[in-house]
């Protein structure tokens, strides 16, 4: 509840946690398959992006803009490159549970463009935060409902393999409308909190859709020109 931790910063020992993750995904082969990157627009999943999918240091040039400038929220790091990362982009929907705690509270998004400028805040419509509100906390349902038409908003999105970073109590209401229909434990390991840093891989399937994607390893086949004539024509012309 205290002020000073309004839209608070990733601390040194936040810093290592990222680092090691940033090097648990180079080192699994993660990094080079993702398509895009989604993330909540706070200081700390903004610093965590950063420093888990962007570009190795910083090149100093005019044609490359940093992902996030030297020092950014008091991190005492370097400039981070924006080269050779994924494209990412910042969507209010996936902020964490809303009202009342100050850390909860976003800055402008022109302050966030200074610190970050090649994170992509275009989807974001108001440059004040107009979501979060000092007297009035979202209730567990409406995180959850929030969660879900952020859900709905990915399916829009025609990238496959999506990282999103985000806070864990907007994955726990969210997530925990999932898994009604499995196994209790399943649901019990769908629903559980993650830890700071964590990754989990999940595949979501649209069950309506399954089988409507084409195949990336169909192949047609070379079919010669002419009539494709039944093989006994063919042998009485032989």
Same mark, same amino acid.
């Given at each position: 509840? %205290?002020? #000073?931790?309004?839209?608070? =910063?990733?601390?040194?020992?936040?810093?290592?946690?990222?680092?090691?993750?940033?090097?648990?995904?180079?080192?699994?082969?993660?990094?080079?398959?993702?398509?895009?990157?989604?993330?909540?627009?706070?200081?700390?999943?903004?610093q965590?992006?950063?420093?888990?999918?962007?570009?190795?240091?910083?090149?100093?040039?005019?044609?490359?803009?940093?992902?996030?400038?030297?020092?950014?929220?008091?991190?005492?790091?370097?400039?981070?490159? %924006?080269?050779n990362?994924?494209?990412?982009?910042?969507?209010?929907?996936?902020?964490?549970?809303?009202?009342?705690?100050?850390?909860?509270?976003?800055?402008?998004?022109?302050?966030?463009?200074?610190?970050?400028?090649?994170?992509?805040?275009?989807?974001?419509?108001?440059?004040?935060?107009?979501?979060?509100?000092?007297?009035?906390?979202?209730?567990?349902?409406?995180?959850?409902?929030?969660?879900?038409?952020?859900?709905?908003?990915?399916?829009?999105?025609? #990238?496959?393999?999506?990282?999103?970073?985000?806070?864990?109590?907007?994955?726990?209401?969210?997530? %925990?409308?999932?898994?009604?229909?499995?196994?209790?434990?399943?649901?019990?390991?769908?629903?559980? =909190?993650?830890?700071?840093?964590?990754?989990?891989?999940?595949?979501?399937?649209?069950?309506?859709?399954?089988?409507?994607?084409?195949?990336?390893?169909?192949?047609?086949?070379?079919?010669?020109?002419?009539?494709?004539?039944?093989?006994?024509?063919?042998?009485e012309?032989?």
């Open positions: 509840m %205290s002020p #000073e931790y309004f839209d608070a =910063h990733i601390t040194p020992l936040g810093w290592q946690q990222v680092d090691n993750l940033r090097k648990h995904v180079h080192e699994c082969g993660l990094a080079k398959r993702i398509d895009l990157v989604i993330t909540s627009p706070l200081l700390r999943t903004l965590t992006t950063v420093g888990v999918f962007g570009g190795e240091g910083y090149t100093d040039r005019m044609d490359i803009v940093p992902l996030m400038v030297a020092n950014a929220g008091n991190s005492g790091r370097a400039a981070i490159s %924006s080269l990362c994924p494209p990412i982009i910042a969507v209010e929907l996936c902020r964490e549970h809303l009202g009342v705690h100050p850390c909860d509270k976003r800055r402008n998004i022109s302050d966030y463009q200074f610190l970050f400028p090649a994170i992509d805040f275009s989807l974001i419509e108001s440059d004040e935060d107009t979501w979060w509100k000092a007297d009035v906390r979202e209730t567990k349902e409406e995180v959850a409902a929030r969660g879900l038409k952020f859900l709905n908003w990915l399916w829009t999105r025609k #990238e496959k393999e999506i990282a999103i970073v985000t806070h864990s109590g907007f994955l726990f209401h969210t997530l %925990s409308a999932f898994g009604n229909d499995c196994h209790p434990l399943v649901k019990k390991e769908i629903c559980q =909190h993650f830890a700071n840093c964590e990754l989990r891989s999940l595949v979501i399937v649209d069950r309506s859709m399954m089988g409507l994607d084409p195949s990336a390893t169909n192949y047609p086949g070379k079919i010669p020109s002419g009539l494709d004539l039944p093989s006994d024509v063919v042998d012309k032989a």
